[in-house]
């Protein structure tokens, strides 16, 4: 082995004995829906300044997810009930009464001016604020001069050097930051050791630190930084409580926590398994084909592939991400689409073969690898810039699909380029795999390149038909929407939340059977508390619920009515909001990357068949009259993220084709990219379309509208690669006046490299 391959096996063997430790001794953190967890009902209250209505209601539930996000709890479940009413669901929550205790608090943040002693009242001063302070000691405080709406970042450090112990850092903004530098500006114009020369930091009511302005402070002068440190006695967890508290800020309303129990999973054991049973025989099916594809090189792509899973889950597990259903079906999609680096590197070897007669296996393999580098590293790339910016500037689920598919990009990156790399090169030295071709899967061409090669098809000799008919697509989608409506699920429009209490138990599985084949398929149903049954659906009118309870009765026997409430939606309008900027940002980064990468048309190009894909996928699920709600979301971001990947293949293989024959048109290199480009298209597709299908037909009804989606999105994204992606570039290339691509200089290393393979019976002489 070179010395290349044995640091990739070592590097391979290292990162996969640490993935296996992991996975088997840390356990994963579930979400609701497969293990259940704490759910809270907190009551808000008026405050002095607000009133507790739904605007003020939703502010505050705002608020609490973003304490709840601090708190490391992923997927939560926060939804209005009523008008002032709040339901929480955690998930997998280690300490319910540290979680309720710290969501419940206020976090009134307030800094003020000591005035005194507040044992002592000043003439003509009038009463103000008493609070003792850390000590104990009566301080006379001014009134609030800056309040907690005015930091901007909020974090807790230990200070080892000046022995402060845990201290929280406070960030203000620009107009705060002056207000601060003036307060303590202030402060400083009195004596050193004067009462008067210290700040109040209040909390609550309660002050929790009353630092002294530092000597070295002028009068009126203040602490330039508009920055400061909050000191105290504060252990780890305080400190960082204190933190997030701070940086979620204050809630607009005081909540009062009035009901706190146990849920249930909303699925079934019999839906989990089915799932579980319907992901290993999709991932097995893909494993099998592109074994049979590519030989021997296949079964170590594969073998890869299980690497990848392994690494993977570990980095989910233990970066703490929740793991939903969804979640782990587009863990098991990722494993599908994985395959696609292996693929590049095996269709560009299979062509380094085909062109190149006497090169050996190795060689072919080596610079199927080189080659296939640049689709993978920009197809890569624009993921992750999309998983940064949902991770970012998202929140909610969106910014766990963002950590999901983050880890699974770099991960597959990993498998494909270490792993598989390693793997094939130590076989491509073995005489007997480069000598027998049907061994090795790409001495031989694919059947789709032969008759691609055979029959030479000219796709773009008339690039606007294409591009009618995806105008005609795209305007049956808009009229499906229009017509149709979109249904929205309930975790965008809410409804209501009805418990049920029945005389003989009933399982959620029999439950959410016997509620579908009443005709209330999407009703969503857990446990809750001592046997009784929480059902969340859609609007219900006082029959349809008649009709509800009928159904369980069928099931439970005598059913009665518990709680009966309507709930606001889950995903509220601030996280719409928040998805949308952080797509919308996404986008238009993916599309300034592409521009520099390759071209401003290939760019437009790429953007267009991705919202060409979004619009059909919606306009799909509004003919079908299928829901779209939080599983929907989650599909059409992988969606977005397999269509961006897939035009940017195919374009570089336009650039690279036309560096080569500059003089060449571009709809002649374009329809030659597309044709080499197909069998690896053909081949990704047919790996996640295995696992897509076993997750649609065993899945069972909690997957199949998940696996329904990508099914279509996977469809419609192979199509406008190609005939969407494609045409739209062309017309723009034909008004565009950018010269083509440079073509590549090869390195020095590969000239000589290039001299060394010289025939040895050439003595270099010529006539």
């Known amino acids: 082995m070179t010395r290349a391959t044995t640091v990739r096996a070592v590097l391979a063997a290292a990162v996969l004995l640490v993935s296996v430790l992991i996975t088997l001794t840390m356990s994963p953190r579930l979400g609701l829906d497969l293990q259940g967890g704490t759910r809270m009902v907190l009551q808000a209250k008026d405050s002095a300044t607000a009133k507790a209505d739904r605007e003020s209601t939703d502010r505050t539930l705002e608020v609490l997810r973003e304490r709840i996000d601090s708190l490391g709890v992923s997927e939560p479940t926060l939804t209005r009930s009523g008008e002032d009413r709040i339901i929480v669901e955690l998930p997998d929550v280690q300490d319910p009464r540290k979680a309720a205790e710290v969501i419940g608090r206020t976090a009134q943040l307030s800094f003020h001016a000591v005035r005194g002693s507040g044992t002592e009242q000043e003439k003509g001063r009038a009463a103000g604020l008493k609070?003792?302070?850390?000590?104990?000691?009566?301080?006379?405080?001014?009134?609030?001069?800056?309040?907690?709406?005015g930091v901007k970042d909020a974090g807790a450090s230990f200070d080892a050097q000046q022995g402060a112990g845990w201290t929280v850092a406070l960030d203000f903004h620009k107009g705060a930051g002056r207000d601060w530098t003036r307060l303590t500006g202030e402060a400083a114009c009195h004596p050193v050791q004067d009462e008067r020369r210290r700040v109040a930091i209040v909390l609550d009511d309660r002050v929790i630190s009353s630092p002294q302005v530092a000597p070295s402070v002028g009068c009126n002068v203040g602490l330039p930084s508009g920055s400061t440190q909050i000191t105290g006695s504060f252990g780890a967890d305080e400190a960082r409580d204190l933190a997030l508290l701070i940086k979620g800020g204050a809630l607009p309303l005081p909540v009062e926590i009035v009901e706190q129990r146990t849920v249930g999973p909303t699925l079934g054991a019999a839906a989990i398994d089915a799932s579980a049973r319907a992901a290993l025989i999709g991932a097995a099916a893909t494993a099998l084909f592109i074994t049979f594809v590519y030989r021997l090189f296949g079964a170590l792509a594969a073998m890869a592939l299980a690497a990848y899973g392994v690494i993977s889950y570990a980095a989910l597990v233990a970066l703490g991400v929740t793991l939903t259903l969804p979640g782990l079906a587009g863990f098991v999609l990722a494993i599908g689409m994985a395959v696609d680096a292996n693929v590049l590197v095996f269709e560009r070897a299979r062509e380094e073969y085909a062109e190149r007669s006497g090169r050996s296996l190795r060689s072919a393999m080596t610079a199927g690898f080189r080659n296939a580098w640049s689709a993978v590293a920009d197809s890569n790339v624009t993921t992750l810039i999309a998983a940064g910016l949902l991770f970012f500037l998202g929140s909610g689920p969106v910014k766990g699909f963002g950590v999901t598919l983050a880890i699974g990009v770099l991960a597959s990156m990993f498998s494909a380029l270490v792993i598989a790399r390693a793997l094939t090169e130590i076989a491509s030295r073995s005489r007997f795999v480069g000598d027998y071709r049907g061994v090795n899967g790409i001495a031989r061409p694919g059947r789709v390149r032969i008759w691609l090669a055979r029959r030479d098809p000219q796709l773009f000799r008339s690039p606007r038909r294409w591009l009618l008919t995806s105008t005609a697509l795209i305007a049956v989608a808009v009229l499906g929407i229009v017509v149709r409506g979109v249904d929205l699920g309930v975790e965008f429009t809410g409804g209501r939340l009805v418990e049920y209490s029945t005389s003989r138990p009933v399982d959620v599985e029999t439950a959410r059977t016997v509620l579908a084949g009443a005709g209330f398929g999407d009703a969503e149903v857990t446990t809750a508390g001592a046997g009784d049954l929480s059902v969340r659906t859609g609007d219900l009118d006082n029959q349809e619920e008649h009709d509800l309870r009928a159904a369980l009765a069928e099931a439970g026997g005598h059913t009665t009515k518990v709680r009966d409430e309507l709930i606001g939606p889950s995903l509220g309008d601030e996280l719409r909001r928040n998805a949308l900027i952080a797509l919308t940002v996404a986008v238009l980064v993916q599309l300034g990357y592409l521009a520099v990468r390759f071209r401003w048309t290939f760019a437009l190009a790429s953007v267009a068949a991705l919202v060409h894909d979004v619009i059909l996928l919606v306009g799909a699920f509004a003919w079908l009259g299928r829901t779209v709600d939080g599983i929907f979301l989650a599909a059409l971001l992988t969606v977005i993220g397999y269509s961006v990947n897939d035009s940017v293949v195919v374009f570089d293989r336009v650039r690279e084709l036309w560096a080569k024959a500059r003089r060449e048109s571009v709809t002649t290199i374009a329809n030659r990219a597309v044709l080499q480009t197909v069998p690896r298209t053909v081949?990704?597709?047919?790996?996640?379309?295995?696992?897509?299908?076993?997750?649609?037909?065993?899945?069972?009804?909690?997957?199949?509208?998940?696996?329904?989606?990508?099914?279509?999105?996977?469809?419609?994204?192979?199509?406008?690669?190609?005939?969407?992606?494609?045409?739209?570039?062309?017309?723009?290339?034909?008004?565009?006046?950018?010269?083509?691509?440079?073509?590549?200089?090869?390195?020095?290393?590969?000239?000589?490299?290039?001299?060394?393979?010289?025939?040895?019976?050439?003595?270099?002489?010529?006539?």
Do not use: W
């Open 131 to 149: 609070l003792p302070d850390e000590e104990g000691r009566l301080l006379d405080l001014g009134e609030a001069r800056l309040t907690g709406a």
């Open 683 to 767: 081949n990704t597709g047919m790996g996640a379309l295995f696992i897509l299908a076993a997750l649609a037909v065993l899945g069972g009804d909690s997957l199949e509208d998940f696996a329904l989606a990508l099914l279509i999105g996977i469809c419609v994204g192979t199509y406008s690669s190609v005939l969407t992606a494609v045409p739209v570039a062309l017309t723009l290339e034909k008004r565009a006046k950018t010269p083509p691509p440079a073509r590549k200089r090869a390195s020095g290393r590969a000239s000589r490299a290039g001299a060394k393979r010289r025939d040895p019976l050439d003595n270099g002489a010529r006539v």
